[in-house]
C-alpha cells in the first residue's frame, strides 16, 4: 500500500510473479468512497487476459479500467484478449499512452479483430518529461529516449471502412489536443522507447515512477529525474536491467523490482496440472509436460536416407523425396546449416525415432482463454529438426515457460523452424506477435523460422513490425503462394515425406494441416465443420487433432458458428481410419471438457482422448495417453459451468 487517508486508498499490485511466464505488468488501483475504483495498467503483456480472469484482476465489478501506459511495442500484445472481454463486458473508453508508433500498432489489429465498443483512444508522446495523461484521480508524465521517431509513413492496410474504435490523439487542435478518428496516412513509426512513468494520485500529493531501464543511459535519465521530484519516494522496476545501479544511484528511495519471464530461472510446477488431473480421476501424471524433460536437444534416430517408406493408403500420392532440392523457387526455406554446429546433425543409429517427437498440448480452448485452458497451440519437437507449432493463442509463451520452464523454453524457440496458423481468429494467432518478438530479443536473426498463415495474419505480423520500425523476423507465405516446388522444399527441410495444406470449413481462409514422415503421422484440423475432403486426405493417419468445440446439443451452434460437437469429430476420425483421435478446441462454456457419452457410442475399433493444457508425449507413449486420457462421461461429472468463463 502506498498511501491511506479517510476518504482514499491507492495501492500498486504486481501482475506478474515466479514461473508465471508473462512480462512483467503493474496494477494502480484507487478506492474512493461511494465512487467506483478507477484502475491504470503500466504494461499489458501477452497472456494478461488468462491471468486477470484467473486472479480476478480486471473485473467489472472490481473496477473499471481507465488507461493503459505501454512503455514499447511488446508492452501491448495482451490488448487484444482485454478488448475480446471489454467488448463482452461492456467496458467504457479506454486510453493507451505509449511511444509514437503505438496508434499504428493497434490498427495492425484490423486485420484480425472487429470492435466497435469499447472506444481507445491513444496518446503518442513525442517528447520527453510531457504531461500525458490527466484525469480527476492521477496525472501521468512520461520519459523517453533520446532517439528521434522514424519519418511519417502511411501503413499498409487495405482501405475501407475502419472496422476498429481507434482514436488518435491530436495535439494540434484546440483545447490541447482532441482525440479524432484515426487516420492511417499519418501514423507513424518509431524506435523510442518510454523509459520511466511518473505517477501522481492527486488526491495524495504523493507520486512514484515506473521504470523500464535497457542501457546506463536510461540510468543516468532516470536518476536526473527523479532527483527533481521532492515527492517521489517509490520507484517501481518492470525490467531488471541496470535495476542495481539504479538502486545505487537513488538509494534513499523504495525500490521494487518484478520478476519477468523468460529471465527468470526458477522451475515451474505442476501442482494446478496435478490438481486437474484429480479432478478427471487420472491417477497416472507423467504425461504432464510439467513433470517430465523435453526431449528439445535430441537427435533423430535414423537417417532418412535409410528410413523404410512408410505404407500408402489406397489413392495416397508417394512421398517427396528429400534428397531433392528446388533451384527455382522463389521462396527460401531451408536455413544454411553452415550456422550451427556440425554435431548438431548426426544421427544417432539403432534407436526408435518416436522416442524423439514429442508433441505438447500449450493451449486447448476456444474463443477466449479461461482458467483451466488457454488459446489453442500445439507444440511438435521433431529432434534436431526443430519445434513445430500449430497456432500460437494468446499466452503461448507464457504457457511454453510455465509449462516447460524457462530453459527449455529459450531451446524450444531457437530450434522454431516452422509455424502453422489454421486461420486468422485471434485465439488462433495473437501470441505469434509475442514469440517472435521474444526470439528476436534472445537469438537476433538467427534461423528465422517459416510462417505459413493466412493473408490477414502476415498483413498483421508485417504491420506490427513496421510500426516499431523492425523487420518482420520470419520467412512468411499464405498457403496459397506455395507452388509445389515450394512445399517440395518446406516438406523435405522439416525431415518429412508430406505436408499437405487444405481448406475447411470455418471462415474465409482457413486451412487443415496433415503432416506424415516415416515414424509418425498427424492431421490437425483447425478449426472447422465436419470436412469430408480433410478426411479423405487423412486417410490411415496415425493420429488425429480435430476441435470438439460443443457437445452434441448444440448442434445447431455448431452449424452457425462453423465449428463441430464431439460426435462429429469421432466420425471425422472414423472416417478417416485414424489409429488415434485428440479432442480438443473446447467452448469455454464447460470447465474441464463437455459431455461424452453420445460420442462414446461410436467410438470402438478408434481410441480417443481428451486434450488438456500440459498434455504431453512422445509418440511412443501415444498408446498409453489413449488409457490415461480415454474419453469417458464421468470428466465432466459435479463440475457445473463455470461463472468466470464466457461462453464462446
Not at 88 to 102: E, I, K, M, W
Request: with cysteine; proline share 6%.
Amino acid at each position: 500500500k502506498m498511501a491511506r487517508k479517510t476518504s482514499v486508498e491507492f495501492s500498486f499490485q504486481v501482475l506478474t510473479g515466479p514461473n508465471s511466464g508473462l512480462q512483467p505488468s503493474l496494477l494502480l488501483h484507487l478506492s474512493d468512497e461511494g465512487l467506483r475504483q478507477p484502475l491504470y495498467l503500466f504494461a499489458c503483456p501477452d497472456g494478461i487476459s488468462r491471468a486477470a480472469l484467473e486472479h480476478r484482476w480486471l473485473r467489472p465489478s472490481r473496477g473499471s479500467l481507465k488507461a493503459i501506459f505501454a512503455q514499447d511495442g511488446s508492452a501491448l500484445n495482451g490488448l487484444s484478449g482485454l478488448l475480446f472481454r471489454s467488448r463482452q463486458d461492456g467496458g467504457a473508453p479506454v486510453h493507451v499512452v505509449g511511444p509514437v508508433g503505438t496508434a499504428r500498432r493497434l490498427q495492425a489489429l484490423e486485420q484480425l479483430m472487429i470492435w466497435k465498443h469499447p472506444q481507445v483512444c491513444v496518446t503518442e508522446v513525442e517528447t520527453t518529461s510531457t504531461l500525458v495523461y490527466q484525469d480527476p484521480h492521477i496525472s501521468v508524465e512520461a520519459l523517453l529516449t533520446a532517439s528521434a521517431p522514424a519519418a511519417k509513413t502511411p501503413s499498409s492496410c487495405k482501405s475501407g471502412d475502419t472496422k476498429i474504435a481507434l482514436y488518435v490523439r491530436d495535439w494540434g487542435s484546440q483545447g490541447g489536443g482532441r482525440f479524432v478518428r484515426h487516420d492511417e496516412s499519418k501514423l507513424q513509426a518509431s524506435t523510442q522507447r518510454v523509459i520511466g512513468w511518473k505517477v501522481t494520485v492527486l488526491a495524495e500529493r504523493q507520486a512514484a515512477i515506473v521504470t523500464c531501464c535497457q542501457t546506463l543511459a536510461d540510468v543516468a535519465l532516470i536518476t536526473s529525474w527523479v532527483k527533481r521530484s521532492s515527492k517521489l519516494q517509490h520507484v517501481w522496476h518492470l525490467s531488471p536491467t541496470y535495476s542495481e545501479a539504479l538502486q545505487q544511484d537513488l538509494p534513499s528511495h523504495h525500490h521494487h523490482l518484478l520478476a519477468t519471464g523468460l529471465c527468470d530461472g526458477q522451475t515451474p510446477g505442476a501442482s494446478v496440472f496435478t490438481t486437474l488431473m484429480r479432478r478427471l480421476e487420472v491417477e497416472d501424471t507423467s504425461f504432464l509436460a510439467s513433470t517430465v524433460q523435453p526431449l528439445a536437444t535430441s537427435p533423430l534416430a535414423t537417417s532418412p536416407s535409410t528410413s523404410p517408406a512408410p505404407k500408402r493408403a489406397k489413392g495416397e500420392d508417394a512421398p517427396v523425396s528429400q534428397s531433392k532440392r528446388s533451384n527455382d523457387s522463389h521462396l527460401v526455406f531451408e536455413p544454411p546449416q553452415s550456422v550451427l554446429p556440425s554435431t548438431l546433425f548426426q544421427h544417432t543409429p539403432k534407436v526408435d525415432a518416436g522416442q524423439h517427437v514429442r508433441v505438447t498440448f500449450l493451449g486447448t480452448g476456444s474463443a477466449e482463454p479461461s482458467k483451466h485452458r488457454g488459446g489453442s497451440c500445439i507444440m511438435i519437437n521433431n529432434g534436431i529438426q526443430g519445434t513445430l507449432l500449430l497456432d500460437v493463442g494468446e499466452g503461448s509463451l507464457a504457457q511454453m515457460h510455465h509449462i516447460l520452464g524457462p530453459v527449455a523454453t529459450r531451446t524450444a524457440l531457437l530450434q522454431l523452424r516452422f509455424v502453422f496458423i489454421s486461420h486468422k481468429h485471434a485465439d488462433h494467432c495473437v501470441g505469434l506477435l509475442e514469440l517472435l518478438e521474444q526470439r528476436l530479443k534472445l537469438f537476433g536473426e538467427l534461423l528465422p523460422p517459416t510462417v505459413i498463415a493466412s493473408e490477414a495474419v502476415i498483413a498483421w505480423l508485417q504491420q506490427s513490425f513496421s510500426a516499431r520500425d523492425t523487420q518482420l523476423p520470419a520467412h512468411c507465405a499464405t498457403p496459397q503462394q506455395l507452388d509445389p516446388a515450394d512445399l517440395k522444399s518446406l516438406t523435405a527441410s522439416l525431415n518429412l515425406t508430406e505436408l499437405t495444406l487444405l481448406p475447411v470449413i470455418h471462415c474465409h481462409d482457413s486451412w487443415g494441416l496433415i503432416l506424415r514422415c516415416p515414424s509418425w503421422s498427424l492431421a490437425y484440423s483447425g478449426d472447422t465443420r465436419p470436412c469430408k475432403t480433410f478426411a479423405d486426405r487423412a486417410f490411415g493417419i496415425e493420429l488425429m487433432i480435430h476441435e470438439a468445440t460443443f457437445e452434441t446439443d448444440l448442434q445447431s451452434h455448431a452449424s452457425k458458428k462453423r465449428h463441430s460437437t464431439v460426435e462429429e469429430a469421432v466420425a471425422m476420425a472414423r472416417m478417416a481410419q485414424a489409429k488415434f483421435l485428440i479432442a480438443t478446441h473446447f467452448s469455454q462454456r464447460y470447465p474441464q471438457a463437455p459431455q461424452l457419452q453420445s460420442a462414446l457410442n461410436q467410438l470402438a475399433p478408434l481410441k480417443a482422448a481428451v486434450a488438456h493444457d500440459g498434455l504431453s508425449f512422445t509418440w511412443s507413449q501415444l498408446s498409453d495417453v489413449m488409457t490415461q486420457y480415454a474419453l469417458r462421461s464421468k470428466m465432466t461429472q459435479d463440475h457445473p459451468q463455470s461463472k468466470d468463463s464466457k461462453i464462446a
